[in-house]
C-alpha cells in the first residue's frame, strides 16, 4: 500500500492550502477504515490534525477546528485537507495515514 501526498506549499498567513493524498496498491476495502492527517513542526512530535472515519464522521484537533476540513472521496480512494486561516504555526510537514502506512509527508510552510 502507498499513499501519496501533494498540495504542500508556501503561503502567507491568512492564506489557504488543499493537501491531498491518494491510496494505492491496496488489497482492501479502503472505505471501511477511517483515514487521518497528522502534523509534525521543527522540534515537535508528530500530531494528530483531522480523522475522516469510514462512516463520513469527521474530528479535528481543537487548533485547526473551523479552519480545516477533511474529506474523503470513496470512489477515488483520496483524503483531501482543505486549510484555511492558516497561521505560522501551522507550519510543519503533514502527513496522511491508514491503518499502519503513512504517506512521506508533504511540507506546508505559513509566513508572518
Known amino acids: 500500500v502507498q499513499l501519496q501526498a501533494s498540495g504542500g506549499g508556501r503561503v502567507q498567513a491568512g492564506g489557504s492550502l488543499r493537501l491531498s493524498c491518494v491510496v494505492r496498491?491496496?488489497?482492501?476495502?479502503?472505505?471501511?477504515?477511517?483515514m487521518r492527517w497528522f502534523r509534525q513542526a521543527p522540534g515537535k512530535e508528530r500530531e494528530l490534525v483531522a480523522v475522516?472515519?469510514?462512516?463520513?464522521?469527521?474530528d479535528y484537533a481543537p487548533a485547526v477546528k473551523g479552519r480545516f476540513t477533511i474529506s474523503r472521496d470513496i470512489a477515488e480512494n483520496t483524503v483531501d485537507l482543505q486549510m484555511n486561516s492558516l497561521q505560522p504555526e501551522d507550519t510543519a510537514v503533514y502527513y496522511c495515514?491508514?491503518?499502519?502506512?503513512w504517506g512521506p509527508g508533504t511540507l506546508v510552510t505559513v509566513s508572518s
Open positions: 496498491g491496496y488489497t482492501f476495502d479502503v472505505s471501511s477504515y477511517a
Open positions: 475522516a472515519g469510514a462512516g463520513g464522521n469527521t
Open positions: 495515514q491508514l491503518l499502519n502506512f
